[in-house]
């Protein structure tokens, strides 16, 4: 090692160096982000618009284009301490077996029973429910990450919970499901009987095994017809991009430390959430001219959004009951293929990431799954943690950087976030290891089959 590993395998902050605000990297950006619509009138929607839906101060968030930083609350400092501040790792056994000269660093947010960094904006989303004297919120789930943190959350502070798991996810995640149960949640599969949104979907669909834009619009038609009830939505909006900034903000902490300063940061994008919040203070940096960096998405070639969508107003639920967002978009039909298993399968992409990428302040690739499982075992066998699927196109990413400096000799500082870790995703590794898994590309008629039903909007 030529530094001669000076510096600690894991970087830890101490408790009173959680950072006590999030920041809102929307207050340096000079192109903000498109404003949520209405699908009716085609206009934006103001806080009274949004209220029947969500939580006052979350709405509050979701609006703010230029306060630089919110205050946490304690309370959710408080719950923070259970499970932060995540360790900053420096991956030398990684570096060792690739026998790269690059500095390889990775923010591990796996550390708790949910295991993803969906927890951050979980506890954040439930805390201002609570605040606001709600009895309950409701949700959708896919693979079951957010549920389970929202469940976790709900718990920590009494409130009642309703979650919409997508069908197929419900009936293949048994266990999943019972960590939500366990947690006090009630999980429901989608589309159901319970909601006239399921019923239609069901009656038109016989058989389905449902989306996660069919399980959003559920939830949503549950929290606006019950008293007391309000959704929350666990990426994509700003105010979740806000909450997980706690994610680059320790990371930049860590780094700051012992003075280093990465020249690439990578991460996973599924809506955005946790490479939003990652690249957060760098972005930062960037948009005001102080420092430069490479900012790189990564997502499945399947469900391209970012590297194959367009940049426009879509639907966020398949229901069509949510208002719009100006996003990249593979359209709100667009339906991954039945055989990818590792994850981020939202056709739509975080408003804030999507301007950023537009305005040319990062970049976007696509990997193929089977690479992707390449990587993860590749890393489990190296770093031992066995990580989330989803992670693992940040890895994959890593990892081939990595590469490209042992080619040209040059010791780049790679810093990426691996969001969790993949117990409940072995059904996917049990398909790699049999050979098993497949690669699919959807083709340009595929993509413009659900392109074409995109609304007439800005
Ligand atoms: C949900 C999830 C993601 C993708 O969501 P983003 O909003 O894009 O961050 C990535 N990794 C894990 C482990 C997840 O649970």
Not at 83 to 104: F, N, Q
Not at 327 to 336: C, V
Request: hydrophobic share 35%; net charge negative; with cysteine.
């Amino acid at each position: 090692m030529s530094d001669n590993k000076t510096i600690p395998y894991k970087i830890y902050l101490n408790e009173n160096e959680i950072p006590s605000k999030w920041y809102n990297v929307r207050s340096d950006m000079k192109n903000k982000p498109a404003p949520l619509v209405n699908p009716g009138t085609g206009q934006p929607m103001g806080f009274d618009d949004l209220r029947p839906v969500f939580c006052d101060e979350l709405i509050k968030q979701e609006l703010d284009n230029d306060t630089p930083y919110f205050d946490i609350p304690q309370e959710i400092r408080d719950f923070y301490k259970m499970y932060r501040p995540s360790p900053l790792v420096r991956a030398y056994c990684l570096e060792e077996a690739l026998g790269t000269p690059a500095k390889i660093y990775y923010k591990f947010e796996g550390n708790n029973t949910s295991g993803s960094h969906k927890l951050n904006s979980a506890i954040a989303q439930a805390y201002y429910a609570k605040k606001q004297g709600l009895r309950g919120i409701t949700t959708e789930t896919g693979a079951g990450q957010w549920g389970t943190a929202l469940s976790m959350a709900c718990a920590y502070l009494g409130l009642d919970l309703k979650v919409f798991m997508v069908k197929v996810s419900y009936e293949q995640k048994p266990f999943r499901r019972e960590v939500m149960r366990t947690y006090g949640a009630s999980v429901t599969p989608s589309p159901s009987m319970d909601t006239k949104i399921g019923k239609k979907i069901n009656a038109e669909h016989p058989g389905t095994t449902g989306s996660l834009g069919c399980a959003i619009s559920e939830a949503v038609e549950v929290a606006t017809t019950n008293e007391g009830y309000r959704y929350v939505l666990g990426s994509v909006l700003n105010q979740v991009l806000l909450h997980q900034s706690i994610i680059g903000l320790e990371t930049k902490a860590a780094l700051d430390k012992y003075g280093i300063v990465p020249d690439m940061i990578i991460g996973c994008a599924g809506g955005g959430s946790n490479l939003g919040g990652l690249i957060a203070p760098f972005m930062g940096e960037k948009l005001r001219g102080e420092k430069d960096y490479r900012i790189i998405a990564v997502e499945p070639a399947s469900c391209p959004s970012f590297t194959r969508g367009k940049y426009a107003y879509d639907f966020c639920d398949t229901g069509m009951v949510c208002p719009l967002a100006k996003m990249y978009t593979l359209g709100s039909n667009f339906i991954p293929s039945a055989n990818h298993a590792g994850g981020l399968r939202y056709h739509g992409m975080s408003p804030i990431l999507s301007q950023l990428y537009a305005d040319g302040f990062m970049e976007a690739r696509s990997v193929e799954q089977t690479s992707v499982f390449e990587a993860a075992t590749q890393f489990a066998r190296t770093e031992g943690i066995l990580p989330a699927p989803e992670s693992s196109h940040a890895i994959r990413a890593a990892i081939d950087e990595a590469l490209l400096c042992k080619e040209t000799g040059e010791e780049k500082t790679i810093v990426f976030g691996l969001t969790g870790t993949g117990y409940f995703d072995l059904v996917a590794y049990q398909k790699y290891n049999d050979g098993e898994m497949t690669d699919y590309i959807p083709t340009d008629e595929d993509l413009e089959k659900s392109l074409a039903l995109l609304p007439n909007i800005g």
